[in-house]
């Protein structure tokens, strides 16, 4: 799996193209769509964004839900149907929907930000504002990188 590391600002032009990351495209190298997958984050003013195979992924673990119960539904219904496949063009760049820019309020410049296996694209000026809100939860809640758990390890 990709593995999206660090924070990277980028212009974006007028018709919504903006460079992905080098060190992004580079995370992306040995994938079979050339691209990322990205929607409306659930959580903030911002879009998530996966790798396509991390997105099948996604698609698998919503089998461990009844295919006709809500709760799938309703999940499925969230990611997938406004997921956007973003193909890389020749110069490394992706042309992000004018729904999605709106949403996000991404304006001339887009953050991109590295969050292991996934990403996503903030408005600069309002990633501060997050890092600082995540910061302070990590910190009053004592929160910590959980162990690996061993295989087997939880299973009934």
Known sequence: MPLFLSTHINKVDKK??????????AALSGQSFQGVVVFRSNNHDCLEGFAYSYMEELSARLDNFDLFSSEQDDL????FSEAVQLPLDGNGRVILPA????????????????????????????????RDEARSVVKSKGLTVPKHKASGEGER
């Open 76 to 79: 499925a219904t969230t990611i």
């Open 99 to 130: 729904d999605l820019v709106e949403y996000a309020e991404v304006g001339e410049e887009a953050a991109f930000v590295g969050l292991g296996q996934k990403f996503q694209i903030w408005n600069p000026s309002k990633l501060q504002d997050r």
């Open 16 to 25: 919504g193209r903006v460079s992905l990351p080098s060190g992004f495209r």
